[in-house]
């Protein structure tokens, strides 16, 4: 078998049949598999695939859920040469993959290649973020990067040198995970300068979202990447790489200053109250430049507290072996 395609879903059910369908497109001129693995979906989302010619996977301890799950589920069926990851809430480009699968063969030191994003709905603070990031932030142009953020076309050969696909343990950044593991190994990752995958995200408020991300152990992933690293190869990839890593530092530096700042002993309560008012505005004056707007600045500021916060909480999280299967269950097509 040539490629497997794998979906990861959890409630998707507004998408997965158009994930599903591009995904079937794209497989045409080739021999290959389409595998659903949900996560534990409580809508149609199984049900809805059920009809349509894909095998589907379920998680069998839904405790375990997470990103890294999700997606190493997928991996754990795949019997393509190669093989593709793409979120229930995607729809892939068919011209992508011939395109991708012949770059891989003409490049055998790249383990893997994606091709240009597309954030549909830019609604929210968190997705204008991203929209901006993906217009031009590195890592998202073509040529060389250090991981395929938005699934990507993977050597399932590469995947085996390292050991698994995605750490089944991490809430988030699976993909910049996979890809410094990949690249300690000293394999490449590229992106073409053609169109990938369309992205269609949340649609509810950033900061309901912030909430939700806090809750779920999402917002905590950048302190999981960091304790999957300690004392393994790629170490020094995440630390130089992983800006969030910093940015959870710097925050923390932050806030031990505004708490020496406010129990000073020895500043008369006035210079005390403009040194604080000084050191609260700097950061948020900052972000509001970076982001061209003094709303997506504040809505910055917050996701940087929290996701410190977080950080420190996902870098102490117990761990589950990596290369410890999954436990699944396989669920029939419906007649």
Not at 164 to 173: Q, T
Not at 283 to 301: E, K, T, V
């Amino acid at each position: 078998m040539r490629v497997t395609i794998g979906i990861k879903a959890l409630n998707e059910e507004r998408r997965i049949a158009d994930a599903i369908s591009s995904a079937l497109r794209a497989l045409e001129p080739f021999d290959g598999e389409v595998i659903l693995a949900d996560s534990g979906s409580r809508d149609r989302t199984v049900e809805i695939a059920r009809a349509m010619p894909v095998r589907i996977v379920q998680l069998a301890d839904q405790s375990q859920r997470c990103c890294g799950a999700g997606a190493q589920l997928a991996f754990q069926q795949a019997r393509g040469d190669y093989f593709y990851l793409l979120d229930g809430d995607m729809v892939l480009n068919p011209a992508f993959l011939p395109a991708a699968v012949d770059f891989l063969e003409r490049n055998p030191e790249f383990a893997g290649v994606a091709g240009a994003v597309r954030e549909v709905h830019t609604d929210n603070a968190e997705f204008q973020i991203r929209a901006q990031a993906v217009a031009g932030g590195e890592g998202w142009r073509a040529g060389l990067v250090d991981r395929l953020d938005c699934g990507g076309l993977y050597r399932v050969s590469a995947i085996r040198e390292v050991g698994y696909f995605a750490d089944r343990n991490l809430h988030a950044f699976e993909e910049f995970d996979l890809g410094a593991r990949l690249q300690a190994r000293g394999w490449k990752l590229a992106r073409l300068d053609a169109p990938g995958v369309d992205h269609y995200g949340h649609q509810q408020s950033g900061y309901r979202l912030l909430w939700a991300r806090l809750r779920s152990g999402y917002a905590g992933a950048a302190g999981e990447v960091l304790r999957a690293a300690l004392g393994r190869e790629h170490l020094g990839i995440v630390l130089r790489r992983l800006s969030h890593v910093r940015n959870a530092v710097a925050v923390a530096a932050w806030w031990i200053v505004l708490a020496a700042l406010a129990l000073n002993p020895w500043m008369t309560p006035g210079s005390r109250l403009l040194a604080l008012l000084a050191l609260l505005a700097a950061p948020m004056a900052f972000l509001a430049w970076r982001r061209r707007s003094l709303r997506l600045g504040l809505y910055s500021l917050a996701s940087w507290n929290i996701g410190a916060f977080a950080f420190f909480q996902g870098l102490f999280r117990r761990r589950a072996p990596p290369e410890q299967p999954l436990s699944l269950i396989t669920i029939t097509p419906s007649d």
